[in-house]
């Protein structure tokens, strides 16, 4: 976001189209439909409280900004003095029909500083909400990629049932027969409850990203159907790329550079001069009063003046007061400002570390379902061809079914490091400030 640009969020016509769509959606499409990726974000951060906050301080630093402007520009007020009831004897001063004065500030340098900080504030703010924008995004963004993966993971598993159904009954064939001891049934059936577990698990994961995701984006979670083509890839990066100037950390900064011009205003109010200027017009009545019999000639009925104060300090200990607060809390933006840069860094630095090591487990369960798939072929072509002249004994039915709930066994733990994997890359782009790259791919998906 361009900070010259008025602090409102902008939305051009293709985004409010877009938001339209993605609103359509989960209000008038069937509840098998698809949303793709740029849809629940778009809506997420439409929804977004964490955002509509943002905005509001946006709204506020906007405020306060013009605040300190406006006191140089004149201020007008109009008031009546009319009396209730009819005055007797003197009452120190003229009642008056109605008065007006205008009032501004003609010169204070602490002024400038407190306009400086105003608009730095401002700029802060923005820098938040662009923050809380990003941060939206790939909180959605996150959601959405692991419920495709539980999704798929839930398919491979209820595979993984067909396979251990099958082998039970072939165990409990082969105990029977006396060919296998009666632990082998047991074995079987272990084997089908622990992969059992892990569907329930699965299932339970995926009804709480839904509800997730209802509530980020506002729609149903039945009409929340992943669409695995509208997610783009992550790219592989490193924490020796590049960084872009991060939001969260330029709006700290900004913060704390608004704290300093603040306690530097205070500082200068207590020591340099303030120049106002006034003017007051008072139209005069002798309605309901005798005010006439206490002054030499007639009250004129128009009266007017005006002039320049001039406010010099020379003691004032609750400002000198403020004036320490405001150091105070300068100081204190500045270390929170630096404590923000290093927890990004620290970030970084561990985030390059895991990925390093989740990108050797993904290559390495990639490379055990390819081995497994492997196996099982070799296991189907012997199971259909038999050995021929091999001395190998045949392959059974049994051994079938575990080369199969073994070879998907294999496929689950690779899609679950490729999750983590793309997981820990997309928390790297952020810290590096290149999570809008990503996101600007949705938009062409």
């Given at each position: 976001m361009n900070l010259t640009e008025p602090l409102s969020l902008k939305l051009n016509s293709r985004t409010r189209c877009t938001l339209l769509l993605a609103t359509l959606v989960g209000t008038v499409l069937p509840a098998s439909a698809q949303v793709s990726l740029s849809s629940v974000v778009?809506?997420?951060?439409?929804?977004?409280?964490?955002?509509?906050?943002?905005?509001?301080?946006?709204?506020?630093?906007?405020?306060?900004?013009?605040?300190?402007?406006?006191?140089m520009i004149p201020s007008l007020q109009i008031g009546s003095g009319l009396p209730v009831f009819p005055s007797v004897g003197f009452t120190g001063s003229p009642a008056s029909i109605w008065s007006a004065s205008v009032q501004s500030l003609v010169f204070g340098i602490p002024q400038k500083h407190f306009i400086d900080s105003a608009k730095l504030g401002r700029k802060a703010a923005v820098l938040n909400l662009?923050?809380?924008?990003?941060?939206?995004?790939?909180?959605?963004s996150l959601a959405y990629i692991e419920l495709d993966t539980v999704q798929t993971e839930l398919a491979t598993t209820q595979q993984q049932e067909e396979h251990t159904a099958r082998l039970i009954e072939i165990e409990q064939q082969r105990a029977e027969a006396g060919v296998d001891p009666a632990s082998a049934v047991i074995e079987a059936k272990l084997t089908a409850a622990e992969i059992r577990l892990k569907r329930v698990q699965l299932e339970a994961r995926a009804q709480t990203l839904a509800a997730q995701l209802e509530a980020l984006t506002g729609l149903s979670k039945e009409a929340i159907q992943v669409d695995h083509k509208s997610i783009p890839e992550v790219p592989s990066i490193r924490g020796t790329a590049s960084a872009n100037p991060l939001p969260g950390v330029e709006a700290a900064r900004m913060q704390?550079?608004?704290?300093?011009?603040?306690?530097?205003?205070?500082?200068?109010?207590?020591?340099?001069?303030?120049?106002?200027?006034?003017?007051?017009?008072?139209?005069?009545?002798?309605?309901?009063?005798?005010?006439?019999?206490?002054?030499?000639?007639?009250?004129?009925?128009?009266?007017?003046?005006?002039?320049?104060?001039?406010?010099?300090?020379?003691?004032?200990?609750?400002?000198?007061?403020?004036?320490?607060?405001?150091?105070?809390?300068?100081?204190?933006?500045?270390?929170?400002a630096?404590?923000?840069?290093?927890?990004?860094?620290?970030?970084?630095?561990?985030?390059?570390?895991?990925?390093?090591?989740?990108?050797?487990?993904?290559?390495?369960?990639?490379?055990?379902?390819?081995?497994?798939?492997?196996?099982?072929?070799?296991?189907?072509?012997?199971?259909?061809?038999g050995n021929g002249a091999s001395s190998?004994?045949?392959?059974?039915?049994?051994?079938?079914?575990?080369?199969r709930i073994e070879e998907?066994?294999?496929?689950?733990?690779?899609?679950?490091?490729?999750?983590?994997l793309t997981k820990a890359r997309l928390g790297l782009l952020r810290a590096l400030g290149h999570i809008t790259d990503w996101l600007d791919e949705l938009k062409t998906k």
């Open positions: 778009l809506l997420a951060q439409r929804n977004s409280s964490a955002i509509r906050l943002a905005q509001a301080d946006v709204d506020k630093a906007a405020a306060s900004l013009a605040e300190t402007r406006g006191i662009k923050e809380a924008s990003e941060q939206v995004a790939l909180d959605a704390a550079r608004a704290k300093n011009m603040q306690a530097k205003g205070d500082n200068e109010t207590h020591y340099w001069p303030q120049f106002n200027f006034g003017a007051q017009y008072n139209r005069n009545t002798t309605l309901l009063n005798n005010a006439n019999n206490y002054y030499a000639r007639r009250l004129p009925a128009n009266n007017f003046s005006s002039g320049i104060n001039v406010q010099i300090p020379l003691f004032d200990m609750a400002h000198l007061a403020k004036m320490h607060a405001s150091s105070a809390e300068a100081l204190r933006a500045k270390t929170e630096e404590q923000a840069e290093q927890q990004n860094d620290l970030q970084v630095a561990t985030l390059s570390g895991t990925i390093r090591q989740l990108d050797a487990y993904a290559e390495v369960t990639s490379l055990k379902q390819q081995l497994a798939t492997e196996q099982l072929q070799t296991v189907l072509a012997q199971m259909e061809f190998t004994p045949q392959i059974t039915p049994k051994a079938e079914q575990l080369a998907r066994q294999k496929a689950l733990d690779a899609l679950e490091a490729n999750f983590n």
